[in-house]
């Protein structure tokens, strides 16, 4: 499979670093609006690739996107240290109207994969702009929450992020929710596994967890202005799940018909992920307190993206 990537600044190029490491696509085609960019990144993973893989990784203009089965958008401004994610928005709808309309030209069959922030917004932007089903038309969403969330249960309990299964839903950004409530540690309850092993999931430790979840990326781009790595593996991680038609379960952000008491909103909960683009949603059981935080989420991203133009 070709996969483009627009956006070739850290974020882009992260993907496509992971992408050419994983050997999982034949070629990768990286577009951005400052070409020497595009190459110089194309150039410096292509250098990476002898080493792990054989995938072509190549510079190119829109019309070198022809037969991409996804392209990633990554095209936009990076979030300042202090900046919300929604201030952001404008700047990067702009950038949208311009670069949506070149990508479908030459890739009409494509899997649109967004990694803009405020990601859930841009998605939802993105899909109204294409006319493609939603289901083809994924933001990268909370996957990257996800992982972060598992990590850290992982480490409190001693056992490997994979092995967690938890899901942070609703928004990418400070109206997240962290389904505590569903989350397991193999096929046993997270709360029951904490007490068998003697490590209970104190108010304490619930609270770090939900810290350093919930404010990890603040925290990276006060340190390094930027965060690239985590996403662009979680993108990579995506690309694989339609690539090899593994209908995994991630959690990603699609237009969503109905979420609690709000219409057509883009937002993440789990949903089966294959060559099709999203296959099925899996909401999962929530307490009250998880399904009330889930509507705000929902309300909130409806607010914000019904105030864009387009
Ligand atoms: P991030 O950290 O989100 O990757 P960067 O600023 O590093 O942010 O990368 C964003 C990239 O998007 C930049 O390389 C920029 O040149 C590119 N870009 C911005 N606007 C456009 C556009 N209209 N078309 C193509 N690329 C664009």
Not at 12 to 25: F, H, R, T
Not at 110 to 136: E, H, K
Request: with cysteine; hydrophobic share 45%; charged share 20%.
């Amino acid at each position: 499979m070709k996969v483009g990537i627009v956006g070739a600044g850290m974020v882009g190029s992260s993907a496509g670093y992971a992408l050419a490491l994983m050997g999982i696509v034949s070629d990768i085609v990286l577009v951005d609006r400052n070409a020497a960019l595009a190459i110089a990144q194309a150039e410096d993973i292509s250098h990476a690739v002898p080493f792990m893989s054989a995938t072509s990784v190549l510079a190119g203009d829109y019309a070198d996107l022809a037969g991409a089965g996804v392209v990633i958008l990554a095209a936009g401004v990076s979030q300042k240290p202090g900046e919300s994610r929604l201030e952001l928005l404008e700047r990067n709808a702009a950038v949208f109207r311009e670069v949506v309309g070149e990508v479908l030209r030459v890739a009409p069959d494509a899997i649109l994969l967004i990694a803009t922030n405020p990601v859930d917004i841009m998605t939802q932007v993105a899909t109204r702009l294409c006319g493609l089903p939603p289901q083809r038309v994924i933001g990268s969403g909370t996957i990257l929450d996800s992982a972060r969330f598992r990590s850290l249960i992982g480490c409190h309990l001693g056992i490997s992020p994979q092995s967690v299964h938890a899901y942070v839903l609703g928004e990418h950004g400070d109206s997240e929710v962290l389904g505590w409530s569903n989350a397991r540690a193999g096929s046993v309850s997270l709360r029951s596994f904490a007490e068998q092993i003697g490590s209970p999931l104190t108010d304490h430790v619930r609270q770090s967890i939900d810290d350093g979840v919930r404010n990890a990326a603040y925290k990276i781009i006060n340190g390094k202005g930027a965060t690239y790595y985590g996403i662009g593996a979680g993108l990579a991680r995506i690309v694989k799940a339609i690539a090899q038609d593994q209908r995994d379960v991630l959690s990603v952000s699609i237009v969503t018909p109905h979420i609690v008491d709000v219409t057509d909103v883009a937002l993440s909960v789990p949903r089966i992920v294959g060559a099709e683009g999203v296959i099925a949603d899996l909401i999962p059981e929530l307490d009250v307190g998880e399904y009330a935080a889930l509507g705000r989420s929902a309300a909130l991203l409806k607010e914000r993206v019904e105030s864009i133009a387009l």
